[in-house]
């Protein structure tokens, strides 16, 4: 299962760097990350970029002026992210490395300025216990005070989808445990992901990481979820797009809103020691 995951993590991140670009309903998800990522990151210092792939953030925020270490469970992403590296001249801010997000036992505690873990890193790790523990090393690498961003998978917002995007799926036992307990063990055909609900992801980093105070949760694509031809087709009014987006970026923390969007964002802060 190890050699899939690794195999899975090889391709879909190059993938993951085109989708985050590809029309403006996929541009959403980046769009809302970096709305929050500019109002919550400090205005400079060292981050940890877990799971990051190829670079797609590490990349954006060395050019804003962060430095950056680029942590991926795949050696062929990393050797991937230092091609883009180079090409963007941002070697001198960012560290490409390999290493898993459930043991960052490499860092010590409150080594860095703030933690991200974005395009759903956590959702592809198997197992509760698992999760759990990648959860409690995000915030015991950040320092006190620091602010911890976490994308998952929304369980709601995968299964609006399904009729339109995986009809032939709902008929499957899969389907079933999906619905049921989030547990997604054909994702992509043949690997595991786990979609959290809300409710989840908020308890479980209750659970896993009792120095972190949940500050927001957000909906990445919120109500575009289920309509992304109409959503990519609204794109090329500019007037429409724009009053799309306000909307968008006002309602997003609505939790109405945050249930049936595809992606979701969990933004915390770790507790100054008192």
Known sequence: MIKD???????????ESERLRQDPYHSL????TFMFLDKYLPKNGLL???GGGTGVYSIELAKLGYRTVLLDYSKENIEMAKKEIRATKTSDRIEPTVGDIRDLS?????????????????SLIYGKQNRRKAIAELVRVARPGA??????????????????????????????????????RMWMGKYYCHYFSPKE??????IAAKKAKIMKL???????????DAINKLGNNRKAWRNWMAMHYKMCTDPEVVGVSIHMLLVARKEKIT
Do not use: Q
């Open 5 to 15: 995951i690794r195999k899975l993590y090889s391709t879909y991140w190059e993938h």
């Open 29 to 32: 998800e980046f769009e809302t």
């Open 48 to 50: 940890l970029d877990a």
């Open 106 to 122: 490499r860092f010590k505690d409150g080594s860095f300025d703030a933690v991200i873990c974005l395009g759903g890193p956590l």
């Open 147 to 184: 602010t911890i961003f976490v994308s998952v998978m929304n369980k709601y917002g995968s299964i609006m989808l399904a009729p339109n995007k995986w009809p032939e799926e709902i008929a499957t036992k899969n389907f079933t445990s999906i619905a049921t307990t989030g547990d997604d």
């Open 201 to 206: 992801i908020v308890d479980e980093f209750g």
């Open 218 to 228: 957000a909906a990445l694509e919120g109500l575009a979820t289920p309509s992304i």
